[in-house]
């Protein structure tokens, strides 16, 4: 027999199965949220424990019940609703105050703040250039008054007899230089004399004859009187110089600026020294006590006020906010691009 021994062979390479991965259970896949369970009721026993250990009140609070008031309801026809409009309270009067003229301001009585009254004088310009004029016309008017009463008076008596005696005289005169002409005549005619003496006396003759008729003019003037258009030129002559120094009087006292009522002064323009031209603001007066409110209402609103009738106005400067009684005063009208209302102006 022939006997054959196996000889291990060694392997030349080696080869690897792939491994498979571990399959798990079923009922652990689809159980594994339950683990959660426990960690989700963790907040609620933090919460709830305290709760029940807390002890419990001696007794629950009692709540008291509310009083209720009962109305009876009644059907109405109409009813009334309160509205509230705001407004501004303002000064009833404000002036820019000026002088009527321009001048050199040499005087300012009034400040900022000031109260005045009616009347007070606040300013005043250099008016001496006036008053040097105003005198003249002064002194021309007591000449022409002086003339004027003459003029009523009429002659004196001595002013007559004066002329009387003037006419006597020259009638004397007169009567010589005739008699003195007739015989400077004879004299020429007889050949005495030569042309020229005749002449002379002849011409002496005619001049008093002239001269007394003058001065018997004179005195019948005298004793006529005046004339009434002599009296009535001189009278007119006074009366311009009147017109002339009342003019003067104006332009002084538009000089001084005065307050036209009572207020206080809220601005001043100028200082001393300053030279303003007319109708520049010096001062700014403002009303004071009587305020108006102006208050815009709509058009509705406005229809149902008339002028004169009274008002309840609150003023919102103080708490508690008084209420003052109002007169309504005048009604405008201003249009705007989307509404349209009344400014309403009460006193």
């Not at 006419?167 to 004397?172: D, F, G, P, S, T």
């Not at 003058?214 to 110089?241: H, K, P, Y």
């Not at 008084?322 to 705007?336: D, I, K, M, N």
């Amino acid at each position: 027999m022939t006997a054959h021994s196996a000889t291990p062979e060694t392997p030349t390479s080696t080869e690897v199965a792939p491994i498979a991965p571990p399959i798990a259970p079923k009922w652990r896949s689809r159980r594994w949220w339950l683990w959660l369970l426990p960690l989700a009721a963790l907040p609620i026993g933090f919460v709830v424990i305290p709760t029940l250990l807390a002890p419990a009140p001696d007794e629950a609070p009692q709540i008291a019940a509310l009083p209720v008031k009962t109305i009876t309801v009644e059907p109405v026809s109409r009813y009334s609703i309160e509205r509230t409009y705001s407004g501004e309270l303002v000064a009833r009067r404000s002036s820019d105050l000026g002088f009527e003229r321009a001048g050199t301001v040499v005087e300012i009585r009034a400040d900022e703040g000031d109260r005045v009254t009616a009347g007070q004088v606040l300013a005043r310009l250099d008016a001496r250039s006036l008053a040097s004029q105003r005198q003249e016309l002064v002194a021309q008017r007591a000449q022409a008054e002086a003339q004027l009463q003459e003029l009523q008076a009429g002659p004196r008596r001595e002013d007559i007899a004066a002329a009387q005696a003037a006419v006597a005289e020259l009638r004397q005169q007169l009567e010589l230089a005739e008699l003195k002409t007739q015989r400077r005549e004879y004299l020429y005619e007889e050949g005495a004399i030569a042309r020229e003496d005749f002449d002379q006396e002849a011409y002496n003759a005619r001049a008093l004859r002239d001269r007394r008729r003058q001065a018997q003019s004179n005195l019948d003037e005298l004793q006529a009187g005046t004339r009434v258009e002599q009296v009535a030129a001189q009278s007119a002559r006074v009366e311009q110089i009147d017109a002339n120094i009342r003019s003067i009087d104006i332009e002084l006292d538009k000089s001084v600026l005065r307050a036209p009522f009572a207020g206080r002064i809220s601005r001043r323009a100028v200082d001393e020294g300053v030279v303003v031209a007319n109708g520049a603001m010096v001062l700014q007066l403002l009303e004071q006590g009587n305020l108006e409110a102006r208050v815009g209402l709509p058009n509705e609103a406005a229809d149902r006020l008339t002028v004169g009738s009274e008002q309840t106005v609150q003023v919102a400067i103080a708490l508690p906010r008084p209420r003052h009684r109002a007169v309504a005063g005048t009604r405008g009208r201003q249009s705007h691009r989307h509404c349209c209302s009344r400014p309403a102006v009460s006193r």
